[in-house]
């Protein structure tokens, strides 16, 4: 087939279906499945990351990725989940949390992930309070007297002994990222690349054609995605919210961006579940009910973001026609 004739069948029979896409997101799609999930835990050890008063980020994040993953294999029995980690260590074997942040994304693109969610937990600037928790005594010299009679003397004085209490922070409730305005080429590159795209054209060195063809079509995908990741975002939010969570909304990182939302092939979304530095929080990040309840609301998303795929309906029966466990 000629180039011309390529790009004439493209313009008739491709495009317009694509940007039907593009224009309404929540067009039903039959073909469009959910087959994989990729959930991911944030941080791993060395990297513990925020810190309460008794627990890290690494440890909340990881108990709330295989709740989530546990009640998705029972909703989802079709569906591949697949976590990023399973233990309290950096996924890979790895010991740098930003080759870490690499390996997440690379193992999502590797494993054909049609969804990406990173779990996390949130955190402000920790403020410190110093109260005085005793008395001691210490000893001086002083000076006294003149010329021939002058000499020195010991005394003592009570000083106070302080100790830093960390002060829990007064914000509480969830957000959820989609990745940042300024990343987009860095996502529509990731996503022209996705090995398995039926438009990707490979040439003989195994890596895909960067065709005008083929970066229009990575363009459109990518806004695609783009239209999804908001939307698993908003459902995240909205669920957070009926289990009575304050949330912060959709947000977008814009200066420094985040990494697995951006280098990955597929719709994501990066999860902070709740904030470490408030006491009342992280108890119930912690505690059973806490973390059910949230991995209840990611769940509900995510059932409600594959029937916006397959029908063009997130709004998902209440009851659900799933099985599904409701938090003690
Ligand atoms: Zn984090």
């Known amino acids: 087939m000629t180039k011309r004739l390529f790009i004439v069948i493209l313009s008739f029979c491709i495009l317009p279906v694509l940007f039907s896409f593009v ?4 067009k039903p799609n039959k073909k469009q499945t959910l087959k994989t999930i990729i959930i991911d835990a944030g941080h791993g050890l060395p990297n513990s990351n ?20 546990e009640r998705l294999k029972e909703v989802l029995p079709d569906c591949n989940i697949l976590l990023t980690r399973t233990d309290e260590n950096l996924p890979g074997g790895l010991k740098d949390k930003n080759i870490a ?3 997440r994304a690379n193992f999502a693109n590797e494993n054909h992930g049609d969804l990406f969610i990173s779990i996390h937990v949130n955190d402000l600037e920790p403020r410190y309070q110093r109260k005085i928790e005793g008395y001691r005594e210490e000893t001086y010299t002083v000076t006294v007297g003149k010329g021939k009679k002058k000499r020195r003397v010991e005394k003592t004085r009570s000083v106070p002994i302080y100790k830093s209490y960390k002060l829990s922070c007064d914000r509480m ?7 940042a305005v300024n990343k987009y080429d860095q996502k529509q590159n990731a996503v022209g690349s996705r090995e398995g795209d039926q438009f990707g054209e490979k040439d003989s060195s195994g890596m895909f054609a960067e065709s005008p063809d083929a970066k229009i079509l990575a363009s459109l995908r990518t806004k695609k995605y783009f239209d999804q990741s908001l939307a698993i975002a908003t459902f995240v939010e909205e669920e957070f919210k009926k289990e009575g969570r304050t949330s912060y909304g959709v947000k977008q990182r814009n200066n420094e961006g985040i990494w697995v939302l951006q280098a990955t ?11 470490i530095c408030n006491f009342e929080e992280e108890d119930y990040m912690n505690s059973e009910k806490g973390q059910n309840e949230i991995s209840y609301a990611l769940m509900r998303a995510v059932l409600r973001y594959k029937q ?21």
């Open 173 to 179: 409730g969830t957000e959820t990222y989609i990745w």
């Open 101 to 103: 942040n690499r390996w």
């Open 308 to 328: 916006l795929l397959e029908t063009g309906s997130g709004v998902l029966a209440d009851p659900p026609n799933v099985n599904i466990s409701k938090p003690q």
């Open 265 to 275: 092939n597929m719709p994501s979304i990066l999860v902070e579940t709740g904030f």
């Open 23 to 26: 224009t309404d997101p929540v």
């Open 50 to 69: 925020a810190e309460g008063k008794y627990s890290y980020e690494s440890q909340l994040t990881l108990a709330m990725a295989l709740k989530l993953s």
